[in-house]
C-alpha cells in the first residue's frame, strides 16, 4: 500500500493583464496582501488574445508575470482564484478612466503555481483536460518540465508559449529548487 505524502511547496504566481498601468499597480500591491512578498516581476508585454477580451478589457493588453515567495502549499489554488476574481470585481466597480468608457473588466487575474516538473494554472472554465478542485474552479498544466527543458501542450495559451513566459517559469522552478532542503528535490536537472 501506498503512503500518503504531504505536498512539496510550490511558487505561487499571477498573470497581471490590463491595458492600465494604474490596474496592474494597484492589483500588485493587492496581491502582496495574500501571497506575500514579490520574488520577481516580468516587464509588461503586449498581450495578443485575437481579439478575445477586446469588447470587456480594451485593446493594447498589457501582461506582467508575477512571482512570490515563500514557496506555499498548492491546496490553496481554488482559493486564489477565487480571490483574485473578487479583485478583479473590486477593481472594475471602483475604476473610472476619463478616456475609455467604463469597460466591464479593466482588470485580469490569472493565479497559478510553479513546480519542479509543470506550470498549473486556475481556472473557471470546465475542458477535458482540466480537473475540478472546488467551488467552480478547475485546475490545468499548462507547461511540462521534460527532457529539461519546458514543453507545451495543445490547449496551451500562445503567450504561455513565448521565450519570456518560459524563462519566468523556469526561474520560479530554480527559486523552488533553493527552497527544498536535498532530499526534496526531484531528479529534474
Known amino acids: 500500500m501506498a503512503h500518503r505524502r504531504e505536498p512539496i511547496p510550490v511558487v505561487p504566481i499571477v498573470a497581471v493583464i490590463s491595458r492600465y498601468q494604474e490596474a496592474r499597480d494597484w492589483a500588485m500591491t493587492r496581491l502582496t496582501e495574500r501571497f506575500g512578498e514579490i520574488a520577481e516581476c516580468s ?72 513546480t519542479e516538473a509543470k506550470l498549473v494554472l486556475a481556472t473557471t472554465k470546465d475542458r477535458d483536460h482540466r480537473i475540478y478542485l472546488c467551488d467552480g474552479i478547475y485546475a490545468e498544466v499548462t507547461l511540462s518540465y521534460t527532457g529539461r527543458r519546458w514543453t507545451s501542450h495543445r490547449w496551451t495559451y500562445p503567450d504561455y508559449r513565448t521565450e519570456l513566459a518560459i524563462a519566468f517559469v523556469e526561474r520560479c522552478r530554480l527559486q523552488l529548487r533553493e527552497h527544498l532542503p536535498g532530499w526534496q528535490r526531484k531528479v529534474l536537472e
Open 43 to 114: 516587464e509588461p508585454q503586449a498581450f495578443e488574445a485575437s481579439g478575445y477580451y477586446d469588447r470587456e478589457m480594451g485593446e493594447e493588453l498589457q501582461k506582467q508575470f508575477v512571482r512570490f515567495q515563500p514557496p506555499t502549499d498548492p491546496v490553496k489554488l481554488a482559493t486564489w482564484k477565487i480571490w483574485t476574481n473578487q479583485l478583479e470585481a473590486e477593481f472594475a466597480a471602483q475604476f473610472v478612466s476619463p478616456a475609455v468608457p467604463a469597460e466591464s473588466r479593466p482588470l485580469n487575474l490569472d493565479p497559478g503555481y510553479v
